[in-house]
């Protein structure tokens, strides 16, 4: 009876394994820019995926487009929305390529699929604020030239990309020299402040009329057309045909004004993306779907959750790593000289380039976040292991020498006792520099304090950015209050107290 369950067992096995791996629901990661109406776009993807029978997942602000391009070329992201012009200008420029089918083409080569438009055209403007465009006389972009002295604000993408100034400026004869790069959503502080005159606007932005801008007439037709589309993985007509068929539901559905007022309702109403997305989604296609919205403790919680995990590994990670560092740079000065200058250069990449320069190893999310936070840990962490080691007593060391103590036993029972109170420093300071710069990691999909901050700055919502500001700050303080205990708990009182006279 017993081989006889055994043999039953192994069959059920064979056959309903694989039935129950096809009724999984298959699993999509779905992509999103920097700004609102690529995230209510990814909300609406994610939405009819999950009616379709799928399980997606919203990976929102994944900051410009490289960033999210590359991680739908790498697997990491399947789908995200995109604009006709941003490809042929911008991700495919180094290809000569004039129109869509070329362009279509080309992203096929790559093992990616285009869809058809989905009905609105998001075009590349530049605005004003109203009062002072009536003062010069300005409605043309033409017009400027006459006014070289206006200070500029283009968002940083816009100011590189082949689509962006730099073409802008040949084409209109344009002389103006004070020009910056900054944030999109800061831009429009900038506007606001009068601290700068002219930025580039997306035309089917709430901002435009949130912030009563005059957007300047494209006179010489410099801008090409950016209809939205849809960019994914070309596996996934396999692995998820179902989701494809919903998606295309969308195709030629959301006009200019359906877009601006989903925009609006985001940024003048202060709905979420989500809310939006469903609204849209049971109004057009009567697809009803549940919206959950989190409460503020409920989200700083998940926040939190989020923040201590990338510092608590890349700090973990670093202490490993550092503090054996730190000891060779003591023990071997020539090997040490190398091992410090090395720590040194990292700390002095831009955390944003080595976040952008890990998405390439180790994908988005996660990942490529830790690892450029263990990498600015360890300067500290190895130069004050090697200075607490270098900075004892000589008359010590011979001490211990005199007792017999082998070299591994002296580092153990008192060198490092010694220097621990240096070394517990150099920790200190690395967890409290993660705790801030942790918060980019939410530009490449990481989570974090960064997360509220990015959406208050892009929706011009204090209470938001202070939901990650305030908690980091809050962190910061209670990771140097846990050092001070610890130091107490591991470094011998003698060591603690303060020299006298």
Same mark, same amino acid.
């Given at each position: 009876?017993?081989?006889?369950?055994?043999?039953?067992?192994?069959?059920?096995?064979?056959?309903?394994?694989?039935?129950?791996?096809?009724?999984?629901?298959?699993?999509?990661?779905?992509?999103?820019?920097?700004?609102?109406?690529?995230?209510? #776009?990814?909300?609406?993807?994610?939405?009819?995926?999950?009616?379709?029978?799928?399980?997606?997942?919203?990976?929102?602000?994944?900051?410009?487009?490289?960033?999210?391009?590359?991680?739908?070329?790498?697997?990491?992201?399947?789908?995200?929305?995109?604009?006709?012009?941003?490809?042929?200008?911008?991700?495919?420029?180094?290809?000569?390529?004039?129109?869509?089918?070329?362009? %279509?083409?080309?992203?096929?080569?790559?093992?990616?699929?285009?869809?058809?438009?989905?009905?609105?055209?998001?075009?590349?403007?530049?605005?004003?604020?109203?009062?002072?465009?009536?003062?010069?006389?300005?409605? %043309?972009?033409?017009?400027?030239?006459?006014?070289?002295?206006?200070?500029?604000?283009?968002?940083?993408?816009?100011?590189?990309?082949?689509?962006?100034?730099?073409?802008?400026?040949?084409?209109?004869?344009?002389?103006?020299?004070?020009?910056?790069?900054?944030?999109?959503?800061?831009?429009?502080?900038?506007?606001?402040?009068?601290?700068?005159?002219?930025?580039?606007?997306?035309?089917?932005?709430?901002?435009?009329?949130?912030?009563?801008?005059?957007?300047?007439?494209?006179?010489?037709?410099?801008?090409?057309?950016?209809?939205?589309?849809?960019?994914?993985?070309?596996?996934?007509?396999?692995?998820?045909?179902?989701?494809?068929?919903?998606?295309?539901?969308?195709?030629?559905?959301?006009?200019?004004?359906?877009?601006?007022?989903?925009?609006?309702?985001?940024?003048?109403?202060?709905?979420?993306?989500?809310?939006?997305?469903?609204?849209?989604?049971?109004?057009?296609?009567?697809?009803?779907?549940?919206?959950?919205?989190?409460?503020?403790?409920?989200r700083i919680a998940r926040f939190t959750f989020q923040h201590l995990f990338l510092v608590g590994i890349s700090l973990g990670a670093a202490i490993v790593i550092a503090l054996p560092l730190g000891i060779v740079a003591q023990r071997r000065p020539g090997p040490g000289q190398v091992i410090l200058g090395?720590?040194?250069?990292?700390?002095?990449?831009?955390? #944003?380039?080595? #976040?952008?320069?890990?998405?390439?190893?180790?994908?988005?999310?996660?990942?490529?976040?830790?690892?450029?936070?263990?990498?600015?840990?360890?300067?500290?962490i190895v130069r004050n292991t090697h200075a607490g080691l270098n900075n004892i007593s000589r008359s010590l060391i011979e001490s211990a020498e005199a007792l017999g103590l082998e070299r591994a036993a002296r580092l153990r029972l008192v060198e490092l006792p010694l220097a621990m109170r240096t070394i517990l420093a150099g920790i200190k300071t690395s967890a409290v520099l993660n705790v801030g710069f942790a918060t980019l990691g939410a530009l490449i999909g990481a989570g974090g304090y960064g997360q509220p901050i990015m959406t208050?700055?892009?929706?011009? =919502?204090?209470?938001?950015?202070?939901?990650?500001?305030?908690?980091?700050?809050?962190?910061?303080?209670?990771?140097?209050?846990?050092?001070?205990?610890?130091? =107490?708990?591991?470094?011998?009182?003698?060591?603690?107290?303060?020299?006298?006279?």
């Amino acid at each position: 009876m017993t081989f006889r369950m055994f043999i039953l067992s192994a069959l059920w096995a064979v056959v309903a394994g694989p039935l129950a791996a096809d009724q999984a629901p298959v699993e999509i990661t779905v992509g999103s820019k920097k700004f609102t109406e690529s995230v209510i #776009l990814g909300e609406l993807i994610v939405r009819l995926a999950d009616d379709a029978g799928a399980s997606a997942t919203h990976l929102k602000e994944l900051g410009g487009t490289s960033i999210v391009f590359n991680a739908l070329l790498a697997g990491d992201v399947d789908i995200y929305p995109e604009y006709t012009g941003t490809i042929i200008r911008q991700t495919l420029s180094s290809e000569q390529i004039d129109t869509i089918d070329q362009a %279509r083409a080309s992203l096929a080569d790559k093992g990616v699929l285009m869809s058809a438009p989905m009905g609105f055209n998001n075009t590349y403007a530049l605005g004003m604020k109203k009062p002072v465009a009536r003062k010069l006389n300005i409605e %043309r972009i033409s017009d400027l030239v006459d006014h070289a002295d206006l200070a500029i604000g283009f968002t940083s993408e816009f100011m590189d990309r082949a689509d962006g100034w730099p073409g802008l400026k040949r084409h209109y004869g344009l002389l103006h020299e004070n020009v910056v790069g900054m944030d999109h959503d800061v831009a429009y502080r900038g506007l606001e402040s009068g601290s700068i005159h002219v930025t580039d606007l997306y035309s089917t932005d709430a901002d435009i009329r949130y912030y009563d801008l005059a957007i300047l007439t494209d006179d010489r037709r410099y801008f090409p057309e950016y209809h939205c589309v849809l960019l994914y993985r070309a596996d996934l007509i396999d692995r998820a045909p179902r989701v494809i068929e919903a998606l295309r539901r969308l195709e030629g559905r959301i006009d200019d004004e359906s877009m601006v007022t989903m925009n609006a309702r985001v940024k003048v109403d202060q709905f979420s993306e989500t809310r939006v997305a469903a609204d849209f989604l049971q109004e057009t296609f009567s697809v009803d779907s549940t919206v959950t919205e989190q409460s503020r403790w409920g989200r700083i919680a998940r926040f939190t959750f989020q923040h201590l995990f990338l510092v608590g590994i890349s700090l973990g990670a670093a202490i490993v790593i550092a503090l054996p560092l730190g000891i060779v740079a003591q023990r071997r000065p020539g090997p040490g000289q190398v091992i410090l200058g090395v720590v040194g250069a990292i700390q002095t990449v831009p955390a #944003l380039a080595l #976040l952008v320069l890990m998405i390439p190893i180790l994908g988005v999310a996660a990942p490529p976040a830790i690892a450029a936070l263990f990498l600015y840990s360890l300067l500290p962490i190895v130069r004050n292991t090697h200075a607490g080691l270098n900075n004892i007593s000589r008359s010590l060391i011979e001490s211990a020498e005199a007792l017999g103590l082998e070299r591994a036993a002296r580092l153990r029972l008192v060198e490092l006792p010694l220097a621990m109170r240096t070394i517990l420093a150099g920790i200190k300071t690395s967890a409290v520099l993660n705790v801030g710069f942790a918060t980019l990691g939410a530009l490449i999909g990481a989570g974090g304090y960064g997360q509220p901050i990015m959406t208050g700055i892009r929706l011009d =919502r204090t209470d938001l950015l202070l939901e990650g500001a305030l908690p980091a700050v809050v962190l910061a303080f209670a990771i140097q209050g846990l050092f001070e205990i610890l130091e =107490r708990l591991v470094v011998p009182k003698g060591l603690r107290l303060a020299p006298t006279g």
